[in-house]
């Protein structure tokens, strides 16, 4: 017996030491990827970030995912994030479909005092027809509003902070520096890399000039400094993202922001943030007060949104504000215009409106049933002409 212990403690023992020996030999493979990328020349170094951003860009390309944002107010405590402001947090959920360039958000706003839903929408982009559509409804109103435009809906996209980490829409229509990665590549030449940083880890500053979005801004300046983990595929984990914008008038514009990941996940082999910190302070904060956003993520789903997920259809009884033609409208239960209720947009001739036209509803097996008919009579009466 004495020896059948003996024996299953070497056995015991053999088998640890092997699981420990290919833990050793993991961490091994990953740690010298990582010092191999330390002693790469500047250029390689920045081959290797190019390879990594642009293979996040295609990862977002194809992507669900539902997030929730709460906004809350901090305290200035010398330049730091200080005790929490007194009061409910505003709080917004978004369901997010995003193919190539289209996408689709689902959002839903919160009345912070209740913490109940009191708004829903919906926004489409089709990149193709360059044409957004959005809807919107409120609680305790039966009326559905919504639009057709020619631009996408700014506000929406602004608001998911989490769009930062990916691409969608045309930068032709929204600033491209919106998005993180795409804009880094966009300025690739103007790096600077330090590493190693800390822990073994790698820092990024990047510029950034966002003097475009102010009117009368004669420059702009700022910077991007970013914190990523080579562990994780180089993901960035924090950052800080300051602008200062020079107007016309003499008048200095600034904007910081500071952002830190605190739980990440796998995603199709890409690691992605899925709980994220951000504070925000600027030039025209109150009392110099930082704006906190908390974001979670949840349901992420790369590869599987398909192009009927970025299609919206009004409901039945949406009442339509149509930029692009000119005209007013609602729906019908068809999603068709209700020819009663066109009527062109206020301070343009109604001669130059183009009314829509109701979708046909004569199926292609009707047309081609109508069409024998017609030729069956025909064929009779020729034969009648015959015998005569």
């Known amino acids: 017996m004495a020896r059948l212990y003996f024996g299953m403690l070497v056995l015991l023992g053999g088998c640890l030491a092997s699981l420990s020996n290919n833990l050793f030999a993991e961490d091994v493979v990953s740690q010298s990827e990582i010092e191999r990328f330390f002693v790469l020349k500047p250029a390689d170094q920045k081959k290797e970030l190019v390879r990594v951003f642009r293979e996040r860009i295609e990862f977002a390309k194809n992507l669900f995912y539902r997030s929730e944002i709460r906004n809350e107010a901090f305290h200035n405590n010398n330049g730091q994030v200080g005790d929490r402001v007194p009061g409910p947090p505003a709080r917004r959920n978004y369901a997010h479909w995003q193919l190539n360039n289209d996408y689709r958000y689902d959002t839903e706003y919160f009345d912070p005092a209740k913490d109940t839903v009191v708004q829903w929408s919906t926004t489409c982009w089709d990149s193709k027809e360059g044409v957004c559509r959005n809807f919107v409804k409120n609680e305790g109103l039966d009326r559905i509003f919504g639009r057709v435009d020619t631009v996408t809906n700014s506000g929406i996209l602004m608001n998911d902070?989490?769009?930062?980490?990916?691409?969608?829409?045309?930068?032709?229509?929204?600033?491209?520096?919106?998005?993180?990665?795409?804009?880094?590549?966009s300025c690739q030449e103007n790096w600077d890399i330090i590493v190693p940083f800390e822990d073994k880890k790698v820092q990024l500053v990047a510029p950034y000039d966002a003097k475009e979005k102010f009117e009368g801004a004669t420059s702009g300046t700022g910077k991007i400094t970013l914190v990523l983990d080579p562990k994780l595929g180089f993901m960035p984990v924090r950052g800080i993202i300051r602008?200062?914008?020079?107007?016309?008038?003499?008048?200095?514009?600034?904007?910081?922001?500071?952002?830190?990941?605190?739980?990440?996940?796998?995603?199709?082999?890409?690691?992605?943030?899925?709980?994220?910190?951000?504070?925000?302070?600027?030039?025209?904060?109150?009392?110099?007060?930082?704006?906190?956003?908390?974001?979670?993520?949840?349901?992420?789903?790369?590869?599987?949104?398909?192009?009927?997920?970025?299609?919206?259809?009004?409901?039945?009884?949406?009442?339509?504000?149509?930029?692009?033609?000119?005209?007013?409208?609602?729906?019908?239960?068809?999603?068709?215009?209700?020819?009663?209720?066109?009527?062109?947009?206020?301070?343009?001739?109604?001669?130059?409106?183009?009314?829509?036209?109701?979708?046909?509803?004569?199926?292609?097996?009707?047309?081609?049933?109508?069409?024998?008919?017609?030729?069956?009579?025909?064929?009779?009466k020729y034969q009648e002409r015959r015998k005569k």
């Open 161 to 185: 902070q989490y769009s930062f980490w990916l691409v969608g829409g045309s930068s032709e229509t929204f600033p491209l520096p919106h998005y993180l990665f795409p804009h880094l590549l």
């Open 243 to 380: 602008s200062d914008v020079l107007l016309g008038n003499g008048r200095n514009i600034w904007r910081e922001e500071r952002f830190e990941v605190q739980e990440s996940h796998l995603v199709s082999n890409t690691w992605m943030p899925v709980l994220l910190k951000s504070y925000v302070r600027s030039s025209v904060s109150r009392n110099g007060r930082f704006a906190g956003t908390t974001t979670k993520v949840s349901d992420m789903r790369q590869g599987a949104v398909a192009k009927s997920d970025v299609v919206m259809v009004f409901p039945e009884g949406a009442e339509i504000t149509d930029a692009i033609d000119g005209i007013g409208y609602h729906i019908d239960a068809n999603g068709n215009p209700v020819q009663g209720t066109i009527q062109p947009l206020y301070g343009l001739d109604p001669s130059q409106v183009k009314m829509p036209q109701p979708k046909s509803k004569i199926r292609p097996v009707l047309i081609v049933i109508g069409l024998a008919l017609i030729f069956t009579a025909l064929y009779m």
